[in-house]
């Protein structure tokens, strides 16, 4: 009798809230599906994982490794943003033997780490990358101090437990052991996310910067950001795209609505279009869930 009181009064409260097992799965989203080979997405505010796609592939990574870059950077003890970095004529060098991605940083200009930063992650200049890595790495030369910088990246990502996140690179350009994995990368961006100086410059869309020329006068650098998704997706705050022949189009994203911030990454997807596309699906799983 006790029995048949239950399953009464629990098929009542069904009834009397409209409610059905039926429903319940109907309100869970449907897995997206990605065109890129690996993503992943989660909750920024929990770690919780929302979706993966071949999460822990290693992939190279592209520009996307120029969030370790910076976090290491912002790292440094007792960091000046405004100390000022004179632009070598190595870093431009660079830029024309790799054919690199640039911030069109002018050799003798005096620029502040902060608006290095800006040339990092807005334009993706690889010459910045550069003069960070020779300004922050320790060494009596370039080659020590550029090596040295590398080496903080990958031990930082020990220090983060990313098994299968190694850098040979400070801008993403590959020596052929520049790998990471969608888990690894938005943990990474996770952790960077927590500087607001870093929050700040990421979810900048553009930015024009004064900087000291050689000769004691001025001039204006303006700086565009490469993520397009900042002005085509409501709520984006960030992080950085990366492309290239072997990394193909990468996106680390971020989004917040509401209280709810949701953060991944897409590896390898076969154009920018469905690279698009797919961190738009991925976002809104996100939110949905």
């Not at 996140?165 to 990368?185: E, K, M, Q, V």
């Not at 607001?196 to 900048?204: A, E, H, M, P, Q």
């Not at 492309?243 to 209280?259: D, E």
């Not at 997807?269 to 738009?280: G, I, L, M, N, T």
């Amino acid at each position: 009798m006790r029995r048949a009181v239950t399953v009464v009064v629990t098929t009542s409260a069904v009834l009397a809230g409209g409610f059905s097992v039926s429903q319940a799965q109907a309100a869970t989203p449907p897995t997206p599906s990605v065109s890129a080979p690996g993503g992943f997405v989660m909750n920024n505010g929990t770690g919780t994982s929302l979706f993966g796609k071949a999460a822990d592939t290693r992939r190279a990574t592209g520009s996307t490794t120029k969030i370790m870059t910076a976090k290491v950077v912002l790292a440094q003890r007792g960091l000046n943003l405004d100390a000022k970095v004179t632009i070598q004529k190595a870093y431009s060098d660079y830029i024309v033997s790799k054919n690199a991605s640039s911030a069109r940083l002018i050799v003798g200009d005096k620029v502040t780490v902060r608006q290095l930063l800006y040339g990092l992650m807005l334009p993706s200049g690889c010459d910045a990358a550069y003069a960070l890595a020779d300004k922050f790495g320790t060494g009596s030369t370039r080659a020590a101090r550029v090596k040295s910088f590398i080496g903080k990246m990958n031990d930082e990502a020990r220090k983060m437990g990313l098994r299968n996140t190694h850098f040979d690179s400070f801008d993403g350009i590959s020596n052929g052991a520049n790998y990471s994995t969608p888990r690894d990368l938005t943990k990474i961006a996770s952790s960077a996310m927590k500087n607001s100086t870093f929050r700040t410059i990421v979810k900048t869309k553009s930015t024009t910067q004064k900087v000291t020329t050689k000769t004691g006068g001025y001039r204006n650098m303006a700086w565009s950001n490469t993520n397009k998704l900042l002005s085509t997706y409501s709520g984006a705050i960030g992080v950085k795209t990366g492309s290239g022949q072997q990394a193909k189009y990468c996106l680390v994203f971020a989004a917040t609505r509401g209280n709810k911030t949701v953060i991944g990454t897409v590896l390898a997807a076969p154009s920018e279009a469905q690279r698009a596309a797919d961190v738009k699906k991925l976002l809104d799983y996100g939110f949905a869930r």
